[in-house]
C-alpha cells in the first residue's frame, strides 16, 4: 500500500502560508551584531531575545544521541502539542476521525474532540496487545491517524514488532508511536525504522528518563516532509529559551540519564519482587516502562489507605481491562521502601 502525504494533509494547512518570524528571516548571527529586527528590549538579561524558533542546538544533541538528522525532529511544547499539531495538520474536523486503543493515553481523546475529530476505539486484548484485524477493519477513507502506545500506559508493555509492523504497512494513513517510556524498554525505537515507513511518526519526551518533565519537551520524530508541515503550522516560538537551555545542559549530560535509566531499572525489579509479598496484590504485569501496573483485590479501597500513609500512586481501576488496578511509579530506593511499609501496614 501506497503512501502519499500529498492525499492526507489538510487543504488548507497544504495551502496556507507560515507566519515568518524576525528569527527565521534571518541567520548565521554573530556575537558582535547589532539586532533591531525583532523589537525586543535590547538589555541583556539573558532572556530578552527571542528564543531559536527552530532549536537548532538542541536538535543537533538529540540527533547524534537518537541518530537521525535534524530535518526528522520537531520540538513541541510536551508531546502534548505534538499531538495536537498532528491532528490540526491532517485532520479534517467534522469530518475525519482517528483509532485509539485503550487502556492508552488520554490526551489522544482530548486532543481529538478540542480539534472536533471523531474517535473510533479499538480496545487492546486481554494481554495488552493491539487486535490488528479488528483494527484494520475499522479504517474508513476518513481515516487520518492511528495511535500506538508503546511501551503502553497504563499497562507497561512493548507492543509486539510485528503487531505494529502490520498496522503500519496495512494503513494508508499516519501511524503514531508515542514512545514515552522506550528508554526503559527492552527493544529499540521505532525511530530506526522512520526511512522504511514513510507513514510512520514517533513521539518521545524528556519528561520521563531524562527527568525534565517540568521544562515540557516532547519529541517529534517523522519524515522531512511530515516534519516539514508541522513546522508550518507551530508556533513560531514554542519552546521557550530557558527550555531549550535546560535541555541542552541535560543532552551533554547523557551519560547521567543512562546511569539514572539503569538504576531505575533495578528497582523496577526490585519493586516487582517485595510486591509479590503483598497479600492483596492478584497479578503484576509486565513492563517495559518506569512503573507497575498491579492487579489488586480493591483499588479504591488500598488507593485511600495509601493517601492516609501518604503514598500517591494511581488508580486505574476505570480504565478499559483495568479493573482493580494500581499504577506503581517507580521511584528512588528510599520511596520504594516507603511504598512497600505502607502496603505491608494495610495488609
Known amino acids: 500500500m501506497k503512501f502519499n502525504l500529498k492525499n492526507i494533509i489538510r487543504e488548507n494547512v497544504a495551502n496556507m502560508k507560515a507566519y515568518s518570524s524576525a528569527r527565521d528571516e534571518f541567520q548565521g548571527a554573530t556575537d558582535d ?43 513541541g511544547n510536551g508531546s502534548d502539542e505534538v499531538i495536537d499539531l498532528i ?10 476521525n482517528i483509532i485509539t486503543l485503550p487502556p492508552s493515553y488520554g490526551m489522544y481523546d482530548v486532543s481529538a474532540n478540542l480539534n472536533n475529530i471523531t474517535i473510533k476505539e479499538v480496545p487492546l486484548k486481554e494481554n495488552f496487545q493491539p487486535n490488528v484485524a479488528k ?14 502506545c508503546s511501551p503502553n500506559n497504563p499497562s507497561g508493555n512493548l507492543f509486539d514488532y510485528a503487531n505494529v509492523k502490520a ?40 519528561s520521563k528518563a531524562f527527568g525534565m518533565a517540568g521544562i515540557r ?13 508541522l513546522n508550518k503550522i507551530k508556533p513560531p516560538y514554542n519552546i521557550n529559551e530557558l527550555t531549550q537551555q535546560k535541555a541542552l545542559e541535560r543532552l551533554l549530560a547523557y551519560e547521567d540519564v543512562q546511569e539514572e535509566i539503569e538504576a531505575v ?68 530506593i528510599k520511596e520504594n521502601v516507603s511504598l512497600m511499609k505502607a502496603l505491608k501496614e494495610i495488609e
Not at 483494527?135 to 500506538?148: A, G, P, R, S, Y
Not at 519537551?217 to 508541515?229: Q, R
Open 167 to 206: 498496522i503500519v504497512e496495512g494503513f494508508n494513513g499516519l501511524v503514531v508511536i508515542d514512545e514515552a517510556y522506550i528508554d526503559f524498554a527492552s527493544e529499540p525505537s521505532w525511530i530506526t525504522r522512520l526511512a522504511k515507513h514513510p507513514n510512520l511518526i514517533v513521539s518521545q519526551t524528556l
Open 265 to 332: 531499572l533495578v528497582e523496577r525489579d526490585n519493586l516487582e519482587i517485595a510486591l509479590k509479598e503483598v497479600s492483596f496484590v492478584e497479578k503484576i504485569y509486565p513492563s517495559d516502562a518506569n512503573f507497575l501496573l498491579v492487579k489488586v483485590d480493591d483499588a479504591t479501597k488500598r488507593y485511600h489507605q495509601l493517601i492516609e500513609k501518604g503514598i500517591v500512586v494511581r488508580n486505574r481501576t476505570t480504565q478499559t481491562l483495568c479493573e482493580n488496578t494500581l499504577r506503581f511509579t517507580v521511584g528512588t
Open 217 to 229: 519537551l516532547g519529541v517529534c520524530y517523522a519524515s522531512a516532509e511530515i516534519i516539514a508541515v
Open 87 to 96: 491532528l490540526r495538520a491532517f485532520c479534517e474536523p467534522k469530518q475525519d
Open 33 to 75: 551584531m547589532v539586532f533591531l529586527d525583532a523589537n525586543e528590549n535590547p538589555f541583556e538579561n539573558g532572556v530578552n531575545r527571542y528564543p531559536d524558533p527552530m532549536q537548532k542546538t538542541v536538535k543537533s544533541e538529540l540527533a547524534k544521541i537518537k541518530g537521525v538528522a535534524q530535518e526528522n525532529i520537531l520540538l
Open 135 to 148: 483494527i484494520l477493519e475499522t479504517v474508513d477513507v476518513n481515516t487520518k491517524v492511528i495511535f500506538l
